[in-house]
């Protein structure tokens, strides 16, 4: 077992994304399903605040967003890498573009009405107007998440078309003979609508991109234990974090400064804490959960803002 908890739930594409990364690794690791909206008693205390999905927890540490949790996972699993050194700049551009850009333009293909009538969180009033209201709740000051179903359509069929022709002509993955984090980042956005009976439609004409997505789905989620948040909360608690060892501070800032930290496109929840790196790749701060005490939460740093 690999100590990694996976605080995440079935319908969530960057879950997917993170699941699928981990059956490639073929790793043995323990997931909780959480609740699709708040309140998320059992997440919370980890993060600080933070509270787009999924987490990952090992023991005290907790890494928010899948561009840290991929890159952590690589490198505890560094056999067939995903982030060849040779394309490193641009594999995390293209990455950081399909998780923001064609994730947006696909939220937007997802929920369109021909969706809409099918989807089963849409059947039930209640169940629909909380999650309304909670993703409301959720996108407050931001609109980086709103897009037309008319504008982002024809985004999306050219975006597939692009994916197919360059598929059909080199490959077998997007960067070459072995996947890398941009296969995974066009998976999970791919999965999103493909796993949508009523909308694989879309694919029909593009047979290179579905022989593709079917390679990724072959590498399955890896082998999973199911755990109670409460379980999770229990590891936590009985663990410590580890101790960053060279922290690099960019900027202005320096080791042991209270500041707030949170994501710079939506789900603008900060997390409060003791700044213990700032530096090129990553983000770290310390709290003391009353519940769990001792935690320290990492994140990527591009897609984050630090303020003193
Ligand atoms: N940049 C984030 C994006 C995560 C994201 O937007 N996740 C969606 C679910 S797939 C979310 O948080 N939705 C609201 C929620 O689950 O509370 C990442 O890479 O982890």
């Given at each position: 077992m690999s100590g990694i908890v996976l605080h995440q739930y079935a319908e969530s594409p960057f879950s997917e994304k993170v699941r699928s990364l981990l059956g490639y690794k073929g790793v043995s690791y323990q997931a909780v399903e959480i609740p699709m909206i708040m309140p998320r008693p059992d997440t919370i205390p980890l993060t600080g605040g933070y509270r787009k999905t999924p987490v990952m927890q090992i023991g005290a540490d907790v890494y928010c967003d899948t561009a840290i949790i991929c890159r952590v996972i690589d490198d505890i699993y560094p056999d067939h890498t995903i982030y060849p050194e040779e394309h490193l700049a641009m594999i995390n551009t293209v990455a950081h573009w399909t998780d923001t850009f064609l994730f947006k333009v696909c939220v937007s293909i997802a929920f369109q009405p021909r969706a809409a009538a099918t989807n089963p969180l849409f059947q039930d009033e209640n169940a629909m107007s909380a999650f309304m209201a909670d993703r409301a709740e959720f996108s407050k000051g931001s609109s980086e998440l709103g897009m037309s179903f008319e504008t982002a359509e024809p985004h999306f069929i050219a975006h597939l078309n692009q994916l197919d022709q360059q598929l059909s002509a080199g490959g077998p993955f997007l960067f070459g003979d072995k996947p890398c984090i941009v296969d995974f980042s066009t998976y999970h956005n791919v999965w999103f609508i493909y796993s949508r009976e009523v909308l694989?439609?879309?694919?029909?004409?593009f047979e290179h991109l579905v022989a593709w997505y079917e390679k990724m789905v072959a590498f399955g989620h890896g082998s999973v234990e199911m755990i109670s948040g409460g379980d999770a909360l229990a590891q936590a608690s009985a663990a410590e974090p580890e101790e960053i060892v060279d922290a690099a501070f960019l900027g202005d800032f320096q080791a042991g400064q209270s500041v707030s930290v949170m994501p710079i496109d939506y789900g603008f929840q900060p997390v409060n804490g003791e700044l213990l790196a700032a530096g090129m790749d990553e983000i770290a701060v310390a709290r003391n959960d009353d519940q769990v005490g001792r935690i320290v939460v990492h994140f990527p740093r591009t897609g984050f803002q630090v303020v003193a």
């Open positions: 694989r439609d879309y694919f029909e004409p």
